[in-house]
């Protein structure tokens, strides 16, 4: 089935304490990228990636950190993650190529600093 | 920078349709989505339409746009409990980047 596989689904951690959200994907996607979503401010890109290698900011990348070593997957790093890093996080990907073609999501990763 | 804005919420009685409404700024816009998010999970694509094109239907759904006004819509005919969910805009620009609005809450009661 072609999917995108996020781990966790539940966070829980505490300030400054590293941590990295993992995901993967099964359809040979050039383009992957990572969003969160947040109440009133819907989603928001982070960093995004067109292939292997190469990684850019989204709109809100302060805090985090990407990588793009493999084509299938883009893990998520938060360094020293903050109360404010809270937010629920969704990776998605695309071929990047073709008539409409949209992100498959993944099915979202609750994070929580305390 | 682009922006893309909805209304926040909706409410519906079961059997009505549906018109979810949305305007983006940027003409060079190559596609436009639609997604749904319901509870707990991720968003599904639900359609997409070109932007040279006016209108697309796909079963109950109907997409309209008018790209002279950079309005886009979305008509769920019969629209059923189902259907309850948060309902996103999106663009297309560039290579693969997509702007989401902040979502619509369509509430369809009995």
């Known amino acids: 089935e072609a999917q995108v596989t996020q781990n966790p689904r539940y966070l829980i951690t505490v300030t400054g304490k590293k941590l990295t959200v993992t995901c993967s994907q099964n359809m040979n996607h050039e383009y992957m990228s990572w969003y969160r979503q947040d109440p009133g401010l819907g989603l928001r890109q982070i960093y995004y990636s067109m292939n292997v290698e190469v990684t850019d900011k989204g709109d809100v990348p302060e805090g985090y950190k990407v990588s793009r070593k493999e084509k299938r997957n883009f893990p998520l790093i938060l360094e020293s993650p903050s109360p404010n890093q809270t937010s629920l996080y969704f990776c998605a990907s695309s071929s990047g190529t073709g008539a409409g073609d949209g992100y498959t999501f993944g099915s979202g990763t609750r994070l929580t600093v305390v | 920078g682009e922006d893309v804005e909805q209304s926040l919420f909706l409410s519906v009685r079961e059997g009505d349709s549906s018109v979810i409404n949305c305007t983006y700024t940027?003409?060079?816009?190559?596609?436009l989505y639609w997604y749904k998010q319901e509870p707990g999970a991720g968003l599904q694509l639900l359609t997409y339409i070109f932007s040279n094109m006016d209108m697309k239907q796909d079963q109950r759904l109907t997409v309209l746009l008018n790209k002279k006004d950079k309005h886009l819509s979305l008509r769920i005919a019969d629209t059923q409990t189902g259907d309850s969910a948060i309902y996103f805009c999106a663009e297309r620009l560039g290579y693969s980047t997509l702007t989401f609005g902040k979502g619509t809450m369509l509430l369809v009661s009995p």
């Open positions: 940027d003409s060079s816009s190559t596609y």
